[in-house]
């Protein structure tokens, strides 16, 4: 197999029996989802496109978390901002900031961390959090202190400063794409097997094509969410199916939905060839 490919050997009875679906997740946050999509009977293929590694400089993320008590907020928008901050500022200090989150399982991690998490938004993007903050009284005066990927968005904190926040930016992790494709999903498509490719970032769409160097053939593409739904119809995919809510067992119930009769065509839903 193709670097970092691993093919599930333990399938279910299930809405998702015979199925072949692809995980492009990292490996580190791959389990619950690959073992949620074996519990409903998919095959599974494990092909992460990316790594999450630390950011070039990690000085002012070392300054940042020292003086973390001095902000009003801290706000997350994934489960790796949390654990580089939580490294970096460990022991997490005792008069830690008010905390907002993206997810329920980023408010688990930061709550793990030592962090409480104050707002967490009832959307799934970070324009939700942020529009919730402002929303919460955010406002002038408030500082922020936003640890991010390398390659963020601007939404959340260009919302922030809007409503008069001041907001200090520290990349706090990087996604740097990983592996080729695996043998065993070429193989199956070469044999006209159909495969759904899942993603649960616009990184992994874009280090997934770059890895691919293709089109997706009959593919179905689900995700989990719109930004990420975005990115796959950029890069020249029909999506399926987008997941309601940006969480694991979200994004296996939209797979699930991605096979119900009224969403499927002839063509199997994807116009790529």
Known sequence: MGAGAFVSGVMSAGPLKGRLVVVTRPVDRAGTLVAALEAEGAEVVL?????????????????????V????????TSVYAVRALRDAASPVAA?????GCVGEATAAEAEQAGFVPTVTPEGQTAADLARTLVAAGVGPGSRILF?????????????????????????????????????ATVEALLAGREVTLTF??????????????????????????PTTAAAAEAAGMRVSAVAEESTTAGLVRAVIHAFEPENQSDDTGNDDG
């Open 95 to 99: 008069k830690a900031p008010r905390v």
């Open 200 to 225: 649960t970032a616009p990184s992994t769409v874009r280090n997934f094509v770059r890895s691919w160097g293709g089109p997706v053939g009959a593919a179905r593409v689900v995700v989990i969410g």
């Open 147 to 183: 640890p991010k990927a390398a390659d963020a968005r601007e939404e959340l904190p260009r919302i922030l400063r809007d409503g008069g926040a001041v907001v200090d930016e520290v990349v706090a992790y990087r996604k740097v794409a990983v592996g080729g494709p695996p043998d």
């Open 69 to 76: 008590a001095e902000y009003d907020w801290v706000v997350f």
């Open 47 to 67: 092909f992460p496109t990316i790594e999450v590694v630390a950011p070039e400089n990690s000085a002012q993320l070392a300054d940042a978390a020292a003086r």
